[in-house]
T-cell receptor, first 114, second 110 residues
C-alpha cells in the first residue's frame, strides 16, 4: 500500500452518464495529480493541485472536471465521455515542499466508456 | 509533453539473468526517477538520481545517468519472477511536474 487510495477500482459507463472518481491520500502531502494511462502510451498528466489550488490543466477537455476540497482528497467528475476516454486513471500525491518530487500513486481506476 | 523514452519497449529474460533498460530525454533535468508498474496497478517509485550524480544503487537496482548524452539506464541484477512489470523513467525539469516515458515491459521467465 502506498498510502493513496482510489475508488472505484473499475467503472463502466455510458457516454451520457455522470460519474466521479475519488482519490484520498493519507501521507500528509500537499500536492495531488490526475494522470491518464492508455495502452502503450506514456502517462498523460491531466491536472495538478498544490495546497488545494489548481496549478496545472494540461489542455484537458471540459468533460473532465477536477475538484480538490482539501489536501487529502481529489475528485475527477466525468460527464458525456467518449469511448476514447477509456483508460486507467491514476491519482498521485507528493510533498511539494520536498527537494525532490517523488510521487506516490494509487492503484488506479480502470474506466471503460461504452 | 513526453520527455523520457525507454528502450527497449519489451524485454524477456530468464530468471537469474540481468535486465537492462535505457531512457533518453530531451531537455535539462533536476533529477530522473524510475518507477515500476505491475499489471493494471499504480506506479511504485524505485530510485531517484540527481542531475549531479552518475550512478546510484538500491538493492539489486543500479541506475546510471549521463547528462551529456541525456540518457539513463536501469539495471536489475539476478532477476526474479516478481520483477515482471513495466518500468518507467520520469524526468523532473524543476517545475514540480514529472514527464514519463511509455515504459519497458519486462518479463522474467521461470
Amino acid at each position: 500500500e502506498t498510502g493513496v487510495t482510489q475508488t472505484p477500482r473499475h467503472l463502466v459507463m455510458g457516454m451520457t452518464n455522470k460519474k466521479s472518481l475519488k482519490c484520498e491520500q493519507h501521507l500528509g502531502h500537499n500536492a495531488m495529480y490526475w494522470y491518464k494511462q492508455s495502452a502503450k502510451k506514456p502517462l498523460e498528466l491531466m491536472f495538478v493541485y498544490n495546497f488545494k489550488e489548481q496549478t496545472e490543466n494540461n489542455s484537458v477537455p471540459s468533460r473532465f472536471s477536477p475538484e480538490c476540497p482539501n489536501s487529502s482528497h481529489l475528485f475527477l467528475h466525468l460527464h458525456t465521455l467518449q469511448p476514447e476516454d477509456s483508460a486507467l486513471y491514476l491519482c498521485a500525491s507528493e510533498d511539494s515542499t520536498s527537494s525532490y518530487n517523488e510521487q506516490f500513486f494509487g492503484p488506479g481506476t480502470r474506466l471503460t466508456v461504452l | 509533453s513526453q520527455q523520457g523514452e525507454e528502450d527497449p519497449q519489451a524485454l524477456s529474460i530468464q530468471e537469474g539473468e540481468n535486465a537492462t533498460m535505457n531512457c533518453s530525454y530531451k531537455t535539462s533535468i533536476n533529477n530522473l526517477q524510475w518507477y515500476r508498474q505491475n499489471s493494471g496497478r499504480g506506479l511504485v517509485h524505485l530510485i531517484l538520481i540527481r542531475s549531479n550524480e552518475r550512478e546510484k544503487h538500491s538493492g539489486r537496482l543500479r541506475v546510471t545517468l549521463d547528462t551529456s548524452k541525456k540518457s539513463s539506464s536501469l539495471l536489475i541484477t539476478a532477476s526474479r519472477a516478481a520483477d515482471t512489470a513495466s518500468y518507467f523513467c520520469a524526468t523532473d525539469g524543476g517545475d514540480y511536474k514529472l514527464s514519463f516515458g511509455a515504459g519497458t515491459t519486462v518479463t522474467v521467465r521461470a
